[in-house]
């Protein structure tokens, strides 16, 4: 059997001081193949934006204001190959929340 599993892993969340941004952080990777024998397996820019969306903390692409949570960076931590910029194995995503009082 199959199976392809994500991998969430939580650096950070939380804020750093009162009235301070809620900063989350964390690093996505995936892996395919039977249990015991997966293989990693490389995503995009656009899937790790998608799996961080739904998994780590929504926000907007292009937020209307200031106010609303924003992808602060999206960088990769394990390249797949320099003939496949675009592709990585481990991603790691900092998402804001500004703080609303």
């Given at each position: 059997?199959r199976?392809t599993?994500v991998?969430?892993?939580?650096?950070?969340s939380?804020?750093?001081?009162?009235h301070?941004d809620?900063?989350s952080e964390?690093?996505?990777?995936?892996t395919?193949?039977?249990p015991g024998?997966a293989?990693?397996q490389?995503?995009?820019?656009?899937?790790?934006r998608?799996?961080?969306?739904?998994f780590?903390?929504h926000?907007e692409?292009?937020?209307k204001?200031p106010m609303h949570?924003?992808l602060e960076?999206l960088?990769i931590?394990?390249p797949?190959?320099?003939?496949?910029?675009?592709l990585?194995?481990?991603?790691?995503?900092v998402i804001?929340?500004?703080?609303?009082d």
């Amino acid at each position: 059997m199959r199976t392809t599993t994500v991998r969430i892993t939580h650096l950070r969340s939380g804020q750093s001081r009162p009235h301070a941004d809620t900063v989350s952080e964390a690093e996505i990777e995936m892996t395919t193949g039977a249990p015991g024998q997966a293989k990693p397996q490389p995503m995009s820019e656009q899937q790790a934006r998608e799996i961080a969306r739904l998994f780590v903390c929504h926000f907007e692409d292009q937020p209307k204001d200031p106010m609303h949570t924003r992808l602060e960076s999206l960088m990769i931590v394990t390249p797949t190959t320099p003939a496949s910029p675009t592709l990585a194995l481990r991603w790691r995503v900092v998402i804001v929340q500004p703080f609303t009082d």
